[in-house]
């Protein structure tokens, strides 16, 4: 199973950005997404991005939309999230963990973090107004 391990979390203020990174420890198997989860305090676990390094498929989640991005870096077992126009309301602990292509009418990563395994530890993020 491949392990993941997140960095790049920190405190900023409203507006600011952020750029987070999930190592994996082996290539991402092609039937494979790798997503961004976060879990703020007293809510439920959500998506946040995914992506498919072997299909080039992407989701974000509509909280998230026009303001996050989720690419590969050159080290193709490094995927990272591109924070910008951070809100107080992004606020939470972010995972990244492995998601297993669906298909339904077409491949798609789901977002939902049921679909999700291979957790890392997350890394905290906080936006002050």
């Known amino acids: 199973r491949v392990q993941l391990v997140e960095s790049g979390g920190g405190s900023v203020q409203t507006g600011g950005s952020l750029r987070l990174s999930c190592v994996a420890s082996?290539?991402?198997?092609?039937?494979?997404?790798v997503g961004w989860f976060r879990q703020a305090p007293g809510k439920r676990r959500e998506g946040v991005a995914t992506?498919?390094?072997?299909?080039?498929?992407?989701a974000y989640g509509d909280s998230v939309k026009g303001r996050f991005t989720i690419s590969q870096e050159n080290a193709k077992t490094t995927i990272s999230l591109q924070m910008n126009g951070l809100k107080p309301e992004d606020t939470a602990v972010y995972y990244c963990?492995?998601?297993?292509?669906?298909?339904?009418?077409?491949?798609?990563?789901?977002?939902?973090?049921?679909?999700?395994?291979?957790w890392g530890q997350g890394t905290q993020v906080t936006v002050s107004s």
């Open positions: 992506f498919s390094p072997a299909r080039g498929l992407v």
């Open positions: 963990a492995t998601v297993r292509l669906q298909y339904l009418s077409g491949y798609y990563c789901p977002l939902f973090p049921d679909a999700a395994n291979s």
């Open positions: 082996a290539d991402i198997p092609s039937d494979y997404c």
